[in-house]
């Protein structure tokens, strides 16, 4: 182990050699790496956990750069788990980072989690964390949650067996009548605090100490400011968790959804039912044969301009990012899809 | 009639120049939302119901940590002493 690096933790007594220890053979997923899961990789990267999963959609864009400061302007249209893994890497080359460039979804949720410690939440919306929690109940895995909008932040962590679950504590939300961050907006400093609430508490699951928000909810405004922790109960009636389950079988959105406009560009995610694996250099060579403009091989995507006002990003998991320029056209959706189809087509 | 203790959100309590903690007599919990709105303003209700009268999807309520979407909604009962919380769900990231 490298003592000096970690001097700063072994002497201190929340954590100590023992704790650094258990730090080092930890397995912690962090879902999503956005406003949330930027600062959770990075703190818990620096404090040298010794796996590290990332799962992430999306790819970075201008409007992530001042609260997401895993990523640079340089970054700008890469997968984010691959600039995060390369940036992470660079912090602490003692861990290994496993950056996965797919969605979480009913379907995908016990795969993309299974294997780890405990699963930290980095995602901005309540479907995917439905989902997750849902998973981590199954599979009894701890799940720190994590969430802010504008100046408001809340955190739990819940022990499936033992403390509510997320459905007991928000149930019956849809992400239709939440509010967005990029609607409403959110200030880093939230983020900042939310997230490390969320690292310590991982921080205590893995060195084997009660984290402190079992059975509580973390809420903080920073526009009064105020922060409560207030006790919460377990549901019996709680549809992921309680005694009367409803067993919902996953069924699938749909393979394109289309997000809020980012860098004043319409954004589409195209998310196959089935994953399909993308030779990333054979769909480069294609593309530049077919003749595409601006044709870009990264690690884990391949990006190109399918028409002048459309940029599609293919990830390797076979997932897409299609960002279409304004004016927002009635069609682009149908384009956007098209577009993706198009460019298997030339791979295939 | 049961006297409870309630916890508005902090922004929400600042925007309408009231206190945070409340002391409310109600017997159920339509009751109370009702009586808030009579002591902090209109604003209150309208922030807390939606057009047809129901629990916002956005606001969670919670009576001594449980959320009151399980225990009855609108028309759960109070009892002498619940401590009661209101907060903004809240999903972004």
């Given amino acids: ?348 | 009639m049961a006297e409870v203790s309630v916890t508005l959100p902090a922004s929400l309590a600042s925007a309408l120049g009231v206190s945070r903690e409340l002391k409310i007599q109600a017997r159920n919990l339509r009751e109370l939302i009702k009586a808030l709105g009579e002591r902090c303003g209109a604003a209150l209700t309208q922030r807390l119901l939606d057009q047809k009268g129901e629990l916002n999807p956005i606001i969670n309520i919670y009576i001594n940590g449980r959320n009151v979407r399980f225990t009855g909604g609108l028309e759960t009962h109070l009892t002498e002493g619940d401590k009661i919380l209101i907060l903004p769900a809240v999903a972004g990231g």
Avoid: W
């Fill in chain 1, 1 to 348: 182990m490298d003592f000096e690096r970690y001097a700063r933790q072994i002497s201190l007594f929340e954590i100590g050699l023992e704790g650094q220890r258990k730090l080092r053979s930890a397995r912690v997923c962090v879902v999503g790496v956005g406003g949330l899961g930027c600062p959770t990789a990075l703190q818990l990267t620096g404090m040298g956990v010794g796996y590290l999963r990332l799962i992430d959609r999306d790819t970075v864009s201008k409007t992530d750069l001042h609260r997401q400061y895993l990523y640079t302007s340089s970054d700008v249209g890469l997968p984010k788990v691959e600039a995060a893994f390369r940036r992470l890497k660079d912090l602490n080359p003692d861990v290994e980072v496993d950056p996965i460039p797919e969605a979480l979804t009913p379907q995908t949720a016990k795969r993309l989690i299974e294997g780890v410690d405990v699963v930290v939440d980095g995602l901005d919306r309540i479907s995917p964390r439905y989902a997750l929690n849902r998973a981590c109940v199954d599979l009894k895995i701890p799940y720190v949650f994590g969430a802010a909008i504008e100046l408001m932040g809340s955190a739990t962590t819940i022990l499936p067996g033992e403390t509510p679950c997320l459905e007991c504590i928000y149930p019956s939300l849809n992400d239709e009548s939440m509010d967005r961050c990029a609607i409403v907006g959110v200030h880093p400093s939230i983020l900042a605090i939310v997230s490390s609430m969320q690292v310590s508490e991982a921080v205590r699951i893995i060195i084997g100490k009660k984290p402190h928000l079992a059975g509580k909810l973390f809420f903080a405004d920073l526009s009064a400011p105020s922060f409560d922790l207030i006790d919460v109960a377990n549901s019996r009636e709680c549809p992921a968790c309680g005694k009367r389950r409803v067993v919902e079988e996953p069924s699938f959105g749909g393979e394109i959804e289309e997000s809020c406009a980012r860098d004043g560009r319409g954004t589409f995610f195209i998310t196959p039912s089935q994953p399909k694996a993308v030779d990333l250099g054979r769909l480069e060579e294609a593309l530049k044969l077919r003749g595409y403009q601006n044709v870009k091989r990264s690690l884990m995507a391949v990006s190109f301009d399918y028409t002048p006002k459309m940029r599609v990003h293919i990830l390797k998991s076979g997932l897409a990012v299609v960002q279409v320029a304004p004016p927002r056209q009635e069609g682009d959706k149908e384009e956007a899809y098209k577009a993706y189809l198009d460019a298997l087509d030339s791979y295939d």
